[in-house]
């Protein structure tokens, strides 16, 4: 198969691309650090592609995305994170989290949806904290609510153009990112867990893929009670 990964230098989309490049598929691995792709080129010569794009930036996607050729899956990973104090909100740090995380995701799609087989996969990489407000995740948290809405209307504009679209939502995962975070990140796994659980869950055309299962059930059925009970369960257990 060919295979598009965005953020694939560090992380969960690293790992994702040496899982799929392991089972011998065609990887396009996406990033802007260019010594992590090549590093990946190195060890797979044959089958890793390399291409060095910032998301945010639509005239690099235009670019770099031109000739990729058709595709069996894409999956939009590339993100960040950043935390904010609402008491000092700092629209500078939740417009640079947006562009990145929701906009970035946007440049990609303008240019790969046209590229994507019939029968193909189209995955997005969202988060657990979709599923309800959680302390200082205003920016990150808004960014993957917003991707969560999005897979769920492309999974329905997109059904004629038989093209299967599904939501990642993740708990906390060991990566360079979540090994900033200065609180507790309970039921924690690690980026072999993750990859594992989304190559699965694409390869069963699951909509929406979440993990580790205990974890994001207790955030599901807090978030579906009333928002009283949910702010005071937030308060007492999740606050940091």
């Known amino acids: 198969m060919n295979i598009l990964i965005t953020g694939a230098t560090s992380g969960i989309g690293k790992q994702l691309a040496i899982d799929y490049l392991e089972g011998g598929h065609t990887v396009f691995c996406c990033g802007r650090n260019t010594a992590a792709l090549q590093e990946l080129t190195q060890q797979y010569p044959a089958t890793a592609v390399s291409l ?20 069996d899956i894409v999956i939009l990973n590339a993100g960040t994170c950043e935390y904010v104090n609402a008491e000092k909100f700092d629209a500078e740090l939740f417009a640079r989290v947006m562009r990145i995380n929701l906009d970035g995701t946007a440049n990609c799609l303008q ?20 599923y309800l407000p959680l302390p200082r995740a205003e920016a990150y948290g808004a960014s993957k609510a917003a991707i969560e809405y999005l897979a769920a209307t492309l999974r329905i504009s997109l059904a004629n153009a038989n093209v299967k ?9 060991e990566t360079p990112l979540t090994d900033l975070n200065d609180f507790p990140m309970p039921m924690r796994v690690d980026v072999h867990y993750a990859s594992r659980e989304i190559r699965r869950g694409l390869a069963a055309n699951k909509r929406q893929i979440h993990f580790p299962r205990r974890f994001t059930w207790i955030l599901k059925v807090i978030g579906m009670l009333p928002l009283r009970i949910q702010q005071y369960l937030i308060a007492k257990t999740l606050a940091y």
């Not at 679209?165 to 995962?173: C, E, K, L, N, R």
């Open 165 to 173: 679209v599904s939501y990642i939502a993740p708990g906390f995962v």
């Open 52 to 71: 060095s794009f910032d998301v945010s930036n639509l005239a690099q996607c235009a670019t770099a995305l031109k000739n990729v050729p058709a595709l």
């Open 111 to 130: 240019f790969l949806i046209p590229k994507i087989q019939s029968e193909g996969t189209l995955a997005l990489m969202g988060s657990s904290s979709s």
